[in-house]
């Protein structure tokens, strides 16, 4: 599980994406880190209109953790004090651009899959608690040190706390206890549940990768295909017998429309669109 370097694109691919995750001790050159956005430079940023953010509250013992959504008044952090909370800012490569050097780092990772770089800031005793993503991540240790528990296998029955906002699991994590510090990455592929814990004032920067729904996919080249109206065929009833006097939908009528979709789906009209939508960087907003 611990590396001394990023596997090869082909190591990477053949026995870690979506399978199991592994840690790189000083994956980052440290010097990165410089240019890479501060803690108050996050904080400036989770008080605009357009970008979210999220303040977690750790839950202190027999509690729940609270969550509390931006943007926010700049007085509201003097009230916080100095433990047990974490600022969760989203997409902000878009909004810093010296973060976004950070994805030169990861050049084997399926980039037109890019969703965000969410960085976050956590002070001692900071977590959002023990919980799975739907996504694969990278974990860049900034500034600080963390321990994360990341679990042995993906999670395929996840039991939620009720009656809170965040997506907590009731039972903490059964895996392998990883302290990082700062370079430290951590990949952890989708639905293996991990839990960060703050050793001491702490920066993460979280590289997301998350496909489309096929609904989305469906919904979207729909909206492409009739703002074009190439290959965006209408039917016509084409081939209809007495089977179709009804309120039925006859077999071989659906073999008709099912066969015009796969049409539009083989037309090179998808592939030009495909192309499009994930060079969208705006796509998951």
Known sequence: MILDRFPTADEFYKTYWGQKPFVVR???????????????????????????????????????????????????????????????????????????????????????????????????????????????????????????????????KKDWIEDIELKVLKEPVDGEDIEVTTGDVIYIPPHFSHEGKTLENAMTFSVGFLGPKMSELFIEYGY???????????YLGEGLTAQSASLEISTPAQDTIKNDLLNTLHADSFSKWLVEYFSNNDKND
């Not at 209109?49 to 959504?69: F, N, Q, Y």
């Not at 800031?121 to 900071?126: A, I, L, N």
Request: charged share 20%; net charge negative; hydrophobic share 30%.
């Open 26 to 156: 000083g994956g980052i050159n440290s010097a990165l880190f410089d240019t890479l956005i501060d803690g108050d430079t996050l904080a400036g940023l989770s008080l605009e209109e357009d970008i979210k953010s999220r303040l977690v509250m750790t839950a202190p013992a027999g509690g729940k953790w609270t969550c509390e959504h931006g943007p926010f008044e700049e007085e509201r952090f003097s009230t916080l004090g100095s433990k047990n909370w974490s600022l969760l800012v989203q997409n902000v490569e878009k909004h810093h651009t010296d973060t976004a050097e950070l994805l030169n780092s990861f050049e084997f990772s399926p980039r037109w899959l890019l969703d965000d770089i969410m960085v976050s800031y956590s002070t001692t005793g900071g977590t959002v608690g023990p919980h799975t993503d739907s996504y694969h991540v990278f974990l860049v240790q900034g500034i600080g040190r963390r321990c994360w528990t990341i679990g042995n296998s993906p999670l395929e």
């Open 224 to 234: 492409y295909l009739d703002q074009t109206e190439r290959h965006n065929k209408q």
